[in-house]
C-alpha cells in the first residue's frame, strides 16, 4: 500500500510516467477499504489465528483476503488521452485492461453493470463487509460470477486502482475472518460467495501460474489503455521514502485502526 501511495505521489509531480504494477502478499493479508469499521466488521482473533497480515487499503470498497490471488495497480493521471471524468467511467477504461486480460487466458470475461434498482441500491448499501459478496460497475464476471475486484481513488489529480485477482478460492477461510449477527447468515454468505464468485483455477480447469497471468494481464493493459510497458527499477532513495510511509501510515495501528 505504501508503494502504491508513492507511485501516486512520484507521478502526480511528474517524477515518473503512468504505472502498471503487479504484487502479491507474504503472508497472506486482508486489507480493508478506506471507510471499513475493524471493530463492527472483522474477526482479529480469527485473522491473527490463521498468522495472516492485515492492512486498510487508501481507496474504498470492502474487505479482500489477499491469498492465492494476484494484485494489480494502475497509477494514471486524471488527464490520461481517451480517460473519462467519472469514477464509474474510468472504472470501464482501466478494467478494460482486465477484461482484455481474462481473454488472453481464454476466458470469457465481460463487465458487470448492475441494471435493476435492487442491484443498484445494494452497490449503495453493501450488505455485506465482503468483497466477492457482490459485483459493482465494470468489475469483471465470467459466467454471471465475479473473478476480479477492484478499489479507486483520486488524489493530486492522479487516479489509482488496484484490485484482486483471483487465482483460487478459499470461501469458507474468506468468510471466517468477517463478524456476522448469527452463524445462520455467516453459512448463508458462505454460499453466497460460492454462487457469485469464481477463481481462474475453476474456471480454466487448471492451474494457471503468476507469471502465466501477469504475462496476460500486461498485454491485456497495453491493448486496453494504448501503452507500452517499460521495466521501471526504484532507486535506494525512492525505497527508503516506501518504507517511511509504511512506518507513518500503513504500518502504524492509528491508521490501521482508526475506524
Known sequence: MSLDEALLEWHSKGEIGPVLRFYEWSPATLSIGYFQS?????????????????????????GVLHDDELTYSVIVTEDYPNMPETVTEAYRVISGGLLE?????????????????EEIDGLKRPRSAVCFDTPSWYELVVEGKKVAGSAQTRQKGVILQHGAILLSLDAEKLVSLFTFKSEDQRERMKIGIREKAVAIDQLAGRKVTVDESIAAFSK????????????????????????????????????????
Open 101 to 117: 486480460g481474462f481473454r488472453n487466458l481464454g476466458l470469457d470475461a465481460c463487465f458487470s453493470i448492475p441494471e435493476s434498482k
Open 220 to 259: 491485456g493493459f497495453e491493448k486496453a489503455l494504448n501503452m507500452r510497458l517499460e521495466p521501471y527499477e526504484l532507486s535506494e532513495e525512492q525505497l527508503s521514502y516506501v518504507k517511511e510511509i509504511e512506518r507513518k501510515k500503513y504500518g502504524n495501528n492509528d491508521w490501521t485502526f482508526k475506524k
Open 38 to 62: 475493524v471493530s463492527k466488521e472483522i474477526d482479529m482473533e480469527q485473522v491473527e489465528k490463521l498468522g495472516l497480515g492485515f492492512v486498510r487499503r487508501p481507496t474504498g470498497g470492502r
